[in-house]
């Protein structure tokens, strides 16, 4: 019981610590926070198609967790020993694809770079999945006992099998956000027909 309350102060530390992209955070930090933020946005996305209001609490919770999240990855890739720049990378493989519509790049422009936002991400999500470095130049690591790094490592196991999840279901039904009135075969027939 004591780890889920650690677990829970992690969650809201990351938001206490959302202006902090100088110092370090481990292993067990970020990914109760990051897995705490996904089920949060899953029930959020879930309860926010009953009525406008949830919806709009769902956008509110959406905007607010982002700086606490930015901060989050600065401090996780800075406790492996690279460079935080990376998550730049990483947050435009995330921003990209939403507004690629709106830039005038060629097909073959478009496909390169977001190939590139996508390998940024994979390789920030390999970062956070590495273990803290030693003493660096970005301070000393962490205190991390053995229980709180075995249950970051089943953190990212159950955050890996959600996004598993979610790709099967943009995949199976075709759409990202599905119409819940229609089954998810005339789902694949309306946008396959466009």
């Not at 709106?102 to 097909?107: E, M």
């Amino acid at each position: 019981m004591e780890i889920l309350q650690k677990v829970f102060e992690m969650y809201v530390g990351g938001f206490r610590k959302f202006a902090d992209f100088k110092s370090r955070s481990g292993k067990f930090e970020f990914w109760s926070f990051a897995l705490l933020n996904t089920v949060v946005s899953h029930i959020f996305g879930f309860v926010g198609k009953l009525n406008l209001v949830l919806t709009l609490l769902a956008v509110v919770y959406g905007f607010a967790v982002l700086v606490p999240l930015a901060a989050m990855f600065v401090r996780r890739v800075r406790d492996t020993g690279h460079s935080p720049y990376w998550v730049v990378g990483a947050f435009s493989g995330a921003i990209y694809p939403l507004v690629q519509q709106f830039l005038p790049f060629p097909f073959l422009v478009s496909g390169v770079l977001n190939l590139m936002c996508f390998l940024a991400l994979i390789y920030v999500l390999i970062l956070t999945v590495c273990p803290s470095a030693k003493k660096n130049k970005y301070g000393s690591p962490p205190a991390e006992n053995k229980q709180e790094i075995i249950v970051a490592n089943i953190f990212v196991i159950i955050f890996f099998a959600l996004m598993v999840w979610q790709t099967a279901t943009v995949v199976r039904t075709g759409t990202v956000l599905t119409d819940t009135d229609k089954p998810a075969n005339l789902q694949v027939l309306h946008h396959t027909t466009r």
